[in-house]
């Protein structure tokens, strides 16, 4: 549940920052490229599954998840061992780079495969701050591109954890700074369901699976 507090910090976080003195950490040649589980470069607008590198008990891939009470706007879930979950496409801060590369500013959105109650985006963002757990949840209705101050909580990147493993960050580049929040991404219960949070700690352990069908063909289906 969101608190007066919490959201007044959050307003604190995006507004104080002008756009004179917000920067990106644009995807360029310097950053390595972030590979899928076949060892291919990740490729932005094309779909891939995100599931945890720990089977089992770790649980399988990210999806849209509806709490009871508050089904909209949905948060990000994670499906059980063997799901793979729904699939995401990736968008870099830097439009002319086609290649999502690490420790570069990424849009996350969930791309359903069949259509969905909720008129929300499917874009990931920080918010819906836990008062009693000190915690904030990764949910949609994001913000898609137009890189700045008011689209600071859409904002994500990828690091490095094995040869074909990673874990999320909510860590946007800001000059002149210090970004309040600055965290890996792990996953955590709710009461109700495995949800991504913000975490103090170390983040949770992905890969990346490319889908045969384009994004594209994917929305072709839903809509029809």
Same mark, same amino acid.
């Given at each position: ?75 990000? *879930?994670? &499906? $059980? ?7 995401? #496409?990736?968008?870099? %801060? @830097? ?77 946007? *580049?800001? &000059? $002149? ?7 890996? #991404?792990?996953?955590? %219960? @709710? ?34």
């Amino acid at each position: 549940m969101k608190t007066t507090t919490a959201s007044v910090f959050l307003l604190f976080i995006i507004f104080s920052i002008t756009p004179l003195s917000f920067s990106f950490g644009v995807a360029n040649t310097t950053n390595a490229p972030v590979l899928d589980s076949d060892g291919n470069e990740l490729r932005t607008g094309t779909p891939y599954f995100v599931v945890s590198s720990i089977w089992g008990a770790g649980g399988g891939g990210l999806a849209l998840g509806m709490p009871r009470g508050k089904p909209c706007p949905e948060v990000v *879930a994670q &499906r $059980g061992s063997g799901d793979d979950g729904i699939p995401v #496409i990736f968008s870099n %801060s @830097d439009s002319n780079d086609g290649v999502v590369r690490l420790s570069s500013d990424i849009n996350i959105e969930f791309i359903p495969l069949r259509p969905r109650f909720c008129q929300t985006t499917t874009v990931w963002k920080v918010d819906d701050y836990d008062h009693s757990a000190g915690k904030w949840w990764v949910i949609t209705d994001g913000v898609k591109g137009n890189p700045g101050a008011n689209t600071l909580t859409s904002w994500f990147r990828i690091e490095k954890a094995g040869d074909l493993d990673y874990t999320f960050k909510y860590c946007p *580049a800001v &000059r $002149g700074t210090c970004p309040a929040l600055c965290n890996k #991404i792990t996953r955590d %219960s @709710d009461g109700e369901m495995i949800r991504l949070a913000l975490s103090a700690g170390h983040g949770w352990p992905f890969f990346f699976k490319k889908l045969q069908t384009s994004a594209m063909e994917i929305e072709q289906v839903v809509h029809n």
